[in-house]
């Protein structure tokens, strides 16, 4: 059964650092890896989609990587604001439809 | 641009009461649909996924189902909630193709509290 893991599970940083969220799962035989932000009380964003071809994806400040073998994704946030500030969840797929969610990581952006 | 709705937005049902959460996509043709539902405490667990109408499945045993009545309506119901349903109720659409790994998108939700 894959397991997804996301550390760490809360982050508090300064306005305008760069950050790294960690995502790791279990069965390395995945289709793709998608990271998302949920804002309280709200659904869920798409922010990148990585085939389980591709290395990398970047959307403006943001940079996702994906190391197959080795069971990993990181998220990279460049020069965070507040407006950043949010749950970011991975999930991927393994086979069938679902998408295994991690419990994701709070991120606090103070000003 | 596609669009997805879920409706209502929040609920307060008692227990033993009956569910129904609709979820409609607007600017695509044939989408994959799925129901997710997010516990306190739990990550997202998906419900249920349909290819096509009258093609759904389950992920896993509950007391709820799930219904397609059109290409781009998903409803999920429930005959007697248990506390248990209580939670965060997410609908997703996919593009459809072959294989299962096209990037998912999420309507806003419907939070339900059973009491």
């Known amino acids: 059964k894959q397991e997804v893991t996301q550390i760490p599970a809360a982050l508090s940083v300064p306005e305008g650092e760069n950050l790294v969220l960690n995502c790791s799962f279990t069965?390395?035989?995945?289709?793709?890896l998608q990271w998302f932000r949920q804002d309280p009380g709200k659904g869920l964003t798409s922010l990148l989609l990585?085939?389980?071809?591709?290395r990398e994806q970047t959307s403006g400040r943001l940079n996702a990587s994906l190391d197959k073998s080795s069971g990993r994704s990181t998220l990279y946030i460049a020069a965070s604001q507040p407006g950043d500030s949010a749950t970011y969840l991975c999930?991927?797929?393994?086979?069938?439809?679902?998408?295994?969610f991690g419990k994701g990581t709070s991120l606090l952006v103070t000003p | 641009s596609q669009t997805i709705h879920q409706w209502p937005a929040t609920l307060v049902q008692p227990v033993g009461s009956p569910l129904s959460l609709e979820c409609t996509v607007e600017g695509t043709s044939n989408p994959n649909l799925y129901w997710y539902r997010q516990a306190a405490g739990r990550g997202l667990q998906l419900l249920f996924y349909s290819i096509g109408i009258d093609q759904i499945s389950s992920e896993v045993p509950q007391n709820l189902s799930a219904s397609r009545p059109q290409d781009r309506q998903f409803i999920l119901s429930s005959k007697k909630l248990l506390l248990s349903d209580s939670g965060f109720y997410l609908c997703?659409?996919?593009?459809?193709?072959?294989?299962?790994?096209?990037?998912?998108?999420f309507g806003p939700g419907t939070r339900l509290t059973v009491l």
């Open positions: 997703a659409w996919s593009p459809r193709t072959g294989m299962s790994y096209n990037e998912q998108f």
């Open positions: 069965d390395s035989a995945i289709y793709n």
């Open positions: 990585i085939q389980s071809s591709q």
């Open positions: 999930a991927v797929t393994a086979s069938g439809y679902a998408l295994n």
